[in-house]
């Protein structure tokens, strides 16, 4: 009988700081116009997410073990690229992936009308089935100050093993 994993990723990321801005990548995609977020990749929050979610689930590390800091290879790095490569690594550690969903926590952007656009760059990256909500917290918190944005992430994985 094959029992399924499930995996939990959080991903928490500062808006750029307005003397050093930066572009916004979310869900793989770039939002024109609105504010960046600091990190050491292109720190999409979202992809951060999934990816943190699917090495929890197969129990691989994290985003720091594979894609830390300490790599400056990865200084810059595409949220697409890393959850591609996450799915890489998951794959090879001996799963398969069922599928992952993202809660996306802001008051801006307004992530409703690019979800299917975001879905399928996430999809694409992770070659499995990747569905993202959103949600504010009525400007409660962090979040809601827009100091920066939060992602919670869960993901579902079955051994490849007969």
């Given at each position: 009988?094959?029992?399924?994993?499930?995996?939990?990723?959080?991903?928490?990321?500062?808006?750029?700081?307005?003397?050093?801005?930066?572009?916004?990548?979310?869900?793989?995609?770039?939002?024109?116009?609105?504010?960046?977020?600091?990190?050491?990749?292109?720190?999409?929050?979202?992809?951060?997410?999934?990816?943190?979610?699917?090495?929890?689930?197969?129990?691989v590390g994290d985003l720091g073990t594979h894609f830390g800091t300490d790599r400056p290879e990865y200084a810059?790095?595409?949220?697409?690229?890393?959850?591609?490569?996450?799915?890489?690594?998951?794959?090879?550690?001996?799963?398969?992936?069922?599928?992952?969903?993202?809660?996306?926590?802001?008051?801006?952007?307004?992530?409703?009308?690019?979800?299917?656009?975001?879905?399928?760059?996430?999809?694409?990256?992770?070659?499995?089935?990747?569905?993202?909500?959103?949600?504010?917290?009525?400007?409660?918190?962090?979040?809601?100050?827009?100091?920066?944005?939060?992602?919670?992430?869960?993901?579902?994985?079955?051994?490849?093993?007969?």
């Amino acid at each position: 009988m094959i029992i399924p994993r499930t995996g939990i990723g959080v991903d928490v990321h500062a808006f750029a700081p307005d003397d050093a801005p930066r572009p916004l990548w979310l869900g793989g995609l770039l939002w024109e116009g609105e504010r960046g977020l600091a990190g050491h990749s292109d720190a999409d929050a979202v992809a951060h997410a999934a990816a943190n979610a699917l090495f929890s689930a197969a129990g691989v590390g994290d985003l720091g073990t594979h894609f830390g800091t300490d790599r400056p290879e990865y200084a810059g790095a595409s949220g697409l690229t890393l959850l591609a490569e996450t799915a890489r690594i998951v794959r090879e550690a001996g799963f398969q992936i069922g599928n992952v969903a993202v809660q996306l926590v802001c008051q801006r952007p307004k992530f409703g009308p690019r979800r299917a656009e975001a879905e399928r760059a996430l999809t694409e990256a992770a070659g499995a089935p990747v569905g993202v909500t959103a949600s504010t917290t009525d400007h409660l918190g962090f979040t809601g100050r827009r100091e920066g944005i939060a992602a919670i992430a869960t993901a579902l994985v079955y051994s490849s093993a007969p």
